[in-house]
C-alpha cells in the first residue's frame, strides 16, 4: 500500500511539473517554473524518472581528479565545513560540497543520517548539475549563479522531493564560479521558514570560503576591504594589492562594487585611480612625504638623525616638508 501511495504521489508530481513548466506563461511563472522549463526542454528530463538520463556517479579515480583540480577551494573550505556542520547537524541536516560542473566533493553528515543522504544521492561522486537531477539546490544554483532554496516538491524529479536544499554559488580568486555550498535536510517536517535561516548562514559561509581563496591565491599581497562594501556582516569586497600598491586581484564583490568585469583577469591598476583617490595625488608627493614621515618617526621627530637616515642634508629636508606642506 505504501508502495502504491508514494507512486500515486510520484505520478501526481510529475504531472504539475510537466503542467506548470509547458503552460502558456512557461517559464515567466516563477524562478521554480523556469527551471522546470530548462529541465525538460533543453535537457531532455522527464519528471517521472522514466526517461532521460540516468544518475551520474563518477569512480574513485575521476573523482580524486576533480578533487585534486579544487584543492585550493576544498582546503579553504573544511573548517568552514566543520562549523557549518556543527551548526546544523543535529537537525538532520546534511553539508555538502560540489565542483562548479555540480559533481559533490565533499560531505558532513550523522552517521544516523547517512542512509537517507546515499539513498537520495548525495554523496562524494555523484553528479547534481541540472543537466542530469533537473531542478535541485545544487544543480539550480550553479546554473543561475545565485543562492537557492529548492523546498521538496520545488524538485524537478519525483525521487527527490522528500529534501529541502539551501545553497549559495562559490566564486574564485578571479571571479569564476568553482563550487556550490549545499545544506540538505533529511527531516520531513522541514519548514519553509527554517530554510531562511538555514540560507543565510549557507550564504555567509560562502562568502567566507571565497575570501579564505582568494587570500591563499594572493599569498604575500596586501589585502584590503573595499569601504563601504559588506555582505551579511562579512567583508568580501577584498582587493590584492603589489608593493607598488598596484591592484593585482579583486574578489567577485569588490568587482561588482567597483563596475570591473565579474569575473577573469585584468591589467594591475593603481588602487589610487580604482578607489577614486587619483584627484588627491600629486606626481610622487605621497609616496615622498610617506618616505619622510617614516624617517622622522623612526628618529622621534629629530630633523637631523632623519635627514642622515636619508641621505640629505637637513636643509633639503626642510626644503621637501615645506613643499609637501607639513610642519617642521
Not at 545553497?167 to 520531513?188: E, Q, V, Y
Request: aromatic share 4%; hydrophobic share 45%; proline share 4%.
Amino acid at each position: 500500500m505504501a508502495v502504491t501511495r508514494q507512486t500515486a504521489i510520484g505520478g501526481m508530481h510529475a504531472d504539475r511539473v510537466l503542467a506548470t513548466a509547458l503552460s502558456a506563461r512557461g517559464p515567466a511563472a516563477s524562478p521554480i517554473a523556469a527551471s522546470w522549463w530548462r529541465s525538460i526542454v533543453q535537457h531532455n528530463l522527464d519528471p517521472s524518472g522514466v526517461a532521460g538520463m540516468r544518475p551520474e556517479r563518477l569512480d574513485a579515480k575521476a573523482l580524486k581528479e576533480r578533487r585534486q583540480r579544487s584543492d585550493l577551494m576544498l582546503s579553504a573550505a573544511a573548517g568552514r565545513l566543520d562549523f557549518l556542520f556543527r551548526c546544523v547537524g543535529q537537525s538532520a541536516c546534511g553539508v555538502f560540497l560540489s565542483d562548479r560542473d555540480g559533481v559533490v566533493l565533499d560531505k558532513r553528515w550523522r552517521d544516523g543520517d547517512q542512509e537517507s543522504f546515499e539513498l537520495w544521492g548525495l554523496r562524494p561522486g555523484r553528479v547534481w548539475a541540472e543537466a542530469v537531477e533537473g531542478t535541485n539546490g545544487i544543480g539550480t544554483c550553479l546554473a543561475e549563479l545565485r543562492p537557492v532554496i529548492i523546498h521538496r516538491d520545488e524538485h524537478f524529479f519525483d525521487r527527490n522531493i522528500a529534501m529541502s536544499c539551501i545553497d549559495a554559488p562559490i566564486f574564485g580568486p578571479d571571479g569564476t564560479l568553482i563550487g556550490a555550498l549545499d545544506i540538505s535536510s533529511a527531516r520531513s517536517d522541514q519548514t519553509a521558514s527554517a530554510n531562511q535561516m538555514i540560507a543565510a548562514l549557507v550564504q555567509q559561509t560562502a562568502r567566507l570560503i571565497e575570501a579564505d581563496c582568494f587570500r591563499r591565491a594572493h599569498d604575500g599581497h596586501r589585502i584590503t576591504l573595499v569601504d563601504g562594501h559588506e555582505e551579511n556582516g562579512e567583508a568580501t569586497a577584498l582587493l590584492a594589492l603589489s608593493a607598488d600598491d598596484l591592484v593585482v586581484g579583486a574578489t567577485r564583490a569588490a568587482r561588482q562594487a567597483l563596475g570591473l568585469q565579474l569575473s577573469g583577469s585584468f591589467a594591475p591598476m593603481p588602487a589610487g585611480d580604482l578607489l577614486g583617490h587619483g584627484d588627491e595625488r600629486r606626481g610622487f608627493d605621497p609616496a615622498e612625504r610617506a618616505v619622510l614621515v617614516q624617517a622622522l618617526a623612526r628618529h622621534s621627530g629629530n630633523a637631523s638623525r632623519a635627514a642622515r637616515d636619508l641621505g640629505i642634508g637637513r636643509a633639503t629636508l626642510y626644503r621637501r616638508m615645506k613643499r609637501l606642506g607639513m610642519a617642521p
